[in-house]
Every structure is written in C-alpha cells, then in structure tokens.
C-alpha cells in the first residue's frame, strides 16, 4: 500500500531534551516536506527536500533540522525542544508539482 | 512572499445548498491546491490546479483558478453531511519547487 508513516504519533517530552520523529515514503517521490499545524495558522511548512542531499527552509525553521540521505526517509530533529514547539506535526511527499500525500500526523507536546 | 488568504474561516450551510469558498493569493502562484481535513485525521488531496481557468470537478465539488485575479474558488453543489470538514488552499510561487503557503482554513458544517 502506498504511503506515508511518521513514528511516534504522539509523544510528550521536557524542554531540552532532543527527539527525532521519524518519515518514511514508499512512493519513490522525490519531494518531502515537514509541516506544523496550529489552531488559527492553518499548516506552516518548516523545511523541505526535492532530492536526497537537498534541503531548504520552509517558512518557520527554527528550532528544526532535517537531513534526507536516502530517498524515502525525511527525519525531523528537534535539538532542543522548547513549549512553542508543541504542535501537530505532518510530513508529506509528492512526485513533484503535483498533489502532495500526508502522513498520520505526530503531536508533540513539550513540557 | 506569497501569502494566502482564505474566506470566510468558519461556513455553517444546509443540506442541499450552495456555497463557495474563496481563496485570494498575494503574487503570482503556478499552482493551486485543495485539500480536505477531517477532525483528528491527516489531509486529503482535493484538486491541483495549474493553469488559468483551470476548473476541476470531482462530486458535489468544483475548484477553478484565476490567475489573473490570483483567486480560486471551491464550490460546494447541494451540500451533504458527510463535506463537513475542514478545507485548505496552498500555494506554491516557485515551479519546480515545493515551498508551498497554506491559507489558515475554512471549517464547514453542514447542518441537517
């Protein structure tokens, strides 16, 4: 089955301590990106991938990295979370300038 | 930087009505997309639309572009329960990349 997976789905940690939450794709696309979802700011993207090795800012990165060495993985790293960080995060692919495929979604809360 | 903006955010409509939702975009964007949230679940792809006066219908939903007006439109033809949702537009001002700006929503309820 086509999709997208992002591991955890929920997750609550403490300010500081740093977490991965994990995106896989098994559509081949070359296009990842990371999204977070707040009440009253709709879906900000924080970075995204068109090819392994290549990466670029979204519009809210800070506090994010990302790094994509292999295709069909898109890590996001969180270094040192912090309470403004809490969200409901999504991940999506896309074979390029076409509908993009979301994942399960991850909420975090940091404490 | 493009922004895009939604109307209205919440839509409460009958069963069997028409509505329309706006999405207005500040420069030039080479697509536009749709896309459809249910409470607690992930986004469904709507509609791509990437040319002007591109009109795509799928049910009892129509999305078209206009890019000269930098507005597209999803109508909602004799609503039923099951289009409550909520519903987003993205932009995207660089072809060839994926930097997309999502509008913040319009919440639909569609009341019996």
């Known amino acids: 089955e086509a999709q997208v997976t992002q591991n955890p789905r929920y997750l609550i940690t403490v300010t500081g301590k740093k977490l991965t939450v994990t995106c896989s794709q098994n559509?081949?696309?070359?296009?990842m990106s990371w999204y977070r979802q707040d009440p009253g700011l709709g879906l900000r993207q924080i970075y995204y991938s068109m090819n392994v090795e290549v990466t670029d800012k979204g519009d809210v990165p800070e506090g994010y990295k990302v790094s994509r060495k292999e295709k069909r993985n898109f890590p996001l790293i969180l270094e040192s979370p912090s309470p403004n960080q809490t969200s409901l995060y999504f991940c999506?692919?896309?074979?390029?300038?076409?509908?993009?495929?979301f994942g399960p979604g991850t909420r975090l809360t940091v404490l | 930087e493009l922004k895009v903006e939604q109307n209205p955010l919440f839509l409460s409509m009958q069963e069997g009505k028409n509505y329309t939702i706006y999405c207005n975009y500040s420069?030039?964007?080479?697509?536009l997309y749709w896309y459809r949230q249910d409470p607690g679940k992930s986004l469904e792809s709507l509609f791509v639309l990437l040319s002007n006066g591109a009109v795509k219908q799928e049910g009892r939903l129509m999305a078209s572009l206009d890019t000269k007006a930098r507005l597209s439109t999803l109508h909602i033809t004799a609503a039923v329960h099951d289009l409550s949702a909520t519903y987003f537009c993205?932009?995207?001002?660089?072809?060839?990349?994926?930097?997309?700006?999502f509008g913040t929503g319009t919440r639909l309820t569609i009341i019996p």
């Open positions: 559509m081949n696309h070359e296009y």
């Open positions: 999506a692919s896309s074979p390029g300038a076409f509908e993009q495929f």
């Open positions: 993205a932009g995207s001002s660089n072809f060839g990349n994926e930097k997309l700006t």
């Open positions: 420069t030039t964007s080479d697509r």
